[in-house]
């Protein structure tokens, strides 16, 4: 997948908060997952031949890591589904108990 796509559907995905179903590839797994997530924080490069970095929550993980970022060359396939979800249920809150 182009680098200019996955930017455009995670971009839409965050503005209209719809979920993507993301196929990557998990090299704590070494194998290819499909999974609905929520996209949460796209960084663009640091440096001049860095990457761009694509952060996801999957809240029904149950291999590897419920928030996880990817690079481009990580995502195989990522498209818009037709399932939203609130911004306000995946914020975490912070208690200040001073």
């Known amino acids: 997948m182009q680098e200019k796509q ?13 979920k993507i179903i993301l196929t990557d590839f998990s090299s704590e797994h070494n194998l290819y ?8 924080e796209h960084i663009p490069p640091i440096s001049e031949n ?12 149950d291999i590897g890591e419920r928030i996880f970022g990817r690079t481009p060359s990580d995502i195989k396939h ?3 589904s037709n399932e939203s979800f609130n911004p306000n249920d995946y914020i975490v809150h912070h208690r200040n108990d001073a």
């Open 33 to 40: 997952l499909t999974r609905m997530c929520i996209p949460l």
């Open 6 to 18: 996955i930017k455009d559907v995670f971009s839409q995905a965050s503005k209209e908060n719809k």
């Open 78 to 80: 990522m498209e818009l």
């Open 50 to 61: 860095g990457s761009d970095y694509y952060y996801f929550w999957d809240p029904e993980s």
